[in-house]
């Protein structure tokens, strides 16, 4: 379908993780129609383009096919709101490890690589947390609610 679009393009579709589960699922239009019990396509099929694209109307049915297949949930699936985690769509992190055949992967592993980003672009980080580790519990709870006080000032 289109190899690359970007969360903003994606969000002018009628039902943009569908597009994007598209695409980062590679499925041919064949594997496509064939779900969602339209028979056999080829690449450049119209009628399973509209569909897609949301200028045709996707009937229950085709429906069910692509919610089995995607093996997602219609609220999902159907959504007019993109839905996306650390700035990728949903569809992405659910493909992330599919030649290691894991199609989610773990939101508090996704939180992990969003830490490990952040120490390596802010370095002086590194210096906090050694600081802070040192504290007891109770200089540690002072320094939050100093902290929290500050961000509030601003």
Request: glycine content about 4%; hydrophobic content about 35%.
């Amino acid at each position: 379908m289109y190899k690359s679009l970007s969360n903003d393009q994606l969000k002018q579709f009628p039902y943009p993780n569908l597009v994007a589960e598209v695409i980062e699922s590679n499925y041919s239009i064949n594997t496509l129609s064939e779900n969602m019990r339209l028979g056999g396509r080829q690449v450049n099929d119209t009628e399973v383009w509209m569909k897609l694209r949301g200028e045709r109307e996707i009937y229950v049915s085709e429906a069910y096919g692509l919610i089995r297949l995607f093996h997602t949930q219609w609220d999902y699936l159907f959504d007019s709101k993109l839905r996306t985690l650390h700035g990728k769509t949903v569809a992405y992190w659910r493909w992330y490890n599919r030649d290691e055949s894991i199609r989610e992967m773990d939101s508090d592993l996704l939180e992990i690589d969003n830490i490990v980003n952040a120490l390596k672009s802010n370095p002086h980080v590194f210096e906090f947390i050694r600081h802070v580790i040192t504290l007891n519990k109770e200089q540690r709870e002072k320094a939050i609610s100093m902290l929290q006080e500050d961000s509030y000032e601003e």
